[in-house]
């Protein structure tokens, strides 16, 4: 029993920082991404750094179809919400200007890996869905929320 605890106790002191500097490494970029877009967005609008094409084929069957947004590799950009649009832009030069009224709902979601910060699928009228992993995912289903849009957390 002492040998388990030493070794958890191990793998807890080696491990947690390299936890720590895998979850700075990637707030630092997409903080870095969303401050060099932020002027692609209307003037005052809450600009919320996030991930997206996160989409992945794993073999369960799927309830909504992959928008082209949501489809690899994954990407970095900044997210915007104000009374009528989600607009996204990305660093690659992508402009998503998304009428709130072709959103269903999105959904709030924790990451399941200990560096990687939580996810916000919004779920489309097509039926297609397109994944946001943000440090800000509450902010944007907050922001999300207060449009009208219906928001869930899983």
């Known amino acids: 029993m002492a040998v388990a605890g030493l070794l958890a106790f191990l793998v807890l002191v080696l491990g947690l920082p390299k936890v720590l500097g895998m979850r700075r490494r990637e707030h630092a970029e997409l903080d870095t991404a969303a401050r060099?877009?932020?002027a692609a967005f209307p003037g005052g609008a809450a600009v919320y750094p996030v991930r997206y094409g996160l989409g992945e084929p794993d073999g369960q069957p799927a309830r909504s179809a992959d928008s082209a947004w949501d489809l690899g590799p994954s990407r970095t950009g900044a997210l915007a919400v104000d009374a009528e649009l989600l607009q996204v832009r990305g660093t690659d030069g992508a402009a998503l200007d998304l009428?709130?009224?072709?959103v269903q709902g999105a959904v709030l979601t924790a990451s399941g890996v200990a560096w990687l910060p939580a996810s916000v699928d919004?779920?489309?009228r097509s039926g297609e869905a397109i994944e946001f992993r943000s440090p800000n995912a509450a902010a944007i289903t907050d922001a999300l929320d207060g449009a009208?849009?219906?928001v869930a957390t899983a």
């Open 99 to 102: 009428p709130l009224a072709e």
């Open 36 to 38: 060099s877009l932020a």
């Open 148 to 150: 009208g849009v219906p």
């Open 122 to 124: 919004v779920l489309l």
